[in-house]
T-cell receptor, first 114, second 113 residues
């Protein structure tokens, strides 16, 4: 069974641009959540989607948005990039999404904003 | 507000040693606690998930315990190996029907051959 797949693996953008990251969950998993990891702030929750609906959202500005498709694949978008958006963006999936399940993470997308 | 801290921030041990990593949380009303491992520049791998009703979970050389009343969890690694070198993170969910996890700051473990 394939794991969680994130593309692209690396991305370099300049300030003001926008970026779209993609996540394909494990087959059969319906919950997809996104996290931002930086050396200073650690791992911070961005949002969670379940059956194409946003179920939870973290404390990030509106420049960060996401969506989930009917096949459970998810994308996140960051508009008007800032230097502080440089981070490792991680996607995680689980079957249903209750807290009793293990989360399976992808390898992440390393975003560098110049 | 739930806060999760991990001590120590970094640990270096010789191969073969048994070691304990600590995780503390401020709100004891948790549904479960997960321990993850992260290799440099990679994603997280879930090691152990302890439900709130459990006291401990074991997987191979790993044993995790949970004491909700004191707000603490420990990850015990027996007979450490160089391949165990990684960052170890603990996390608790914010609520029962969500994957919104609050992560600790992590412990960077180096096992010297």
């Amino acid at each position: 069974k394939a794991g969680v797949t994130q593309t692209p693996r690396y991305l370099i953008k300049t300030r003001g641009q926008q970026v779209t990251l993609s996540c394909s969950p494990i087959s059969g998993h319906r919950s997809v959540s996104w996290y931002q990891q930086t050396p200073g702030q650690g791992l911070q929750f961005l949002f969670e989607y379940f059956s194409e609906t946003q179920r939870n959202k973290g404390n990030f500005p509106g420049r960060f948005s996401g969506r989930q498709f009917s096949n459970s694949r998810s994308e996140m978008n960051v508009s008007t990039l800032e230097l502080g958006d440089s981070a490792l963006y991680l996607c995680a999936s689980s079957f249903q999404g209750p807290a009793s399940e293990k989360l399976f993470f992808g390898s992440g997308t390393q975003l560098s904003v110049l | 507000k739930q806060e999760v801290t991990q001590i120590p921030a970094a640990l270096s041990v010789p191969e073969g040693e048994n070691l304990v990593l600590n995780c503390s949380f401020t709100d004891s009303a948790i549904y479960n606690l997960q321990w993850f491992r992260q290799d440099p520049g990679k994603g997280l791998t879930s090691l152990l998930l302890i439900q709130s009703s459990q006291r401990e979970q074991t997987s191979g050389r790993l044993n995790a315990s949970l004491d909700k009343s004191s707000g603490r969890s420990t990850l015990y690694i027996a007979a450490s190996q160089p391949g165990d070198s990684a960052t170890y993170l603990c996390a608790v969910p914010l609520g029962g029907a969500t994957n919104k996890l609050i992560f600790g700051t992590g412990t960077l473990l180096a096992v010297q051959p």
